[in-house]
């Protein structure tokens, strides 16, 4: 395996232990997720697929993959920006509001909704998590995917 397809791989398990992580904290430690939440968790997931999409072959599938998990690992960090910026402010109102409802109106939602269900509240304060909030962890890893595929993406077009 080359090391681009190795980084690859990485990036989706990895992704996809965060959404697990994300499952633990909603079932056992009765972590409600909000909308911004299952929206990261849309994104990691779309961030696995096309890590998975760039690590099957050719170079223009693996462009395509990187670019495509891009787009989700920079839509998240937005997400979970406006998340933290949410918490920071505690009089802005992220609950039963637009975003809850469209969030809980997708097909996946009624699909899985352990998985992509929102119940809880954006500005809900949790405990850290080794010194940081869970959006500040989502933050984190969507930002060294970002680096990773961009390594990634660049790596390919030299080659």
Known sequence: MKKTQIALLITAIASLA??????????VERMPPCPLCIIQRYAFILLAIGSLIGMAGPALLRKIGCCLGLYASISGAGVALHQLYVIAHPDIKCGIDPVQTAVNSLPF?????TVFSAEGLCGTPYDPFFGLVLPQWS????????VVLLLVLFKSKKQ
């Open 18 to 27: 965060i959404v697990g992580g994300a499952l633990y904290f909603q079932i």
């Open 109 to 113: 939602a009624s699909w899985l909704p």
């Open 139 to 146: 933050l984190l890893w969507f930002v060294v995917f970002t």
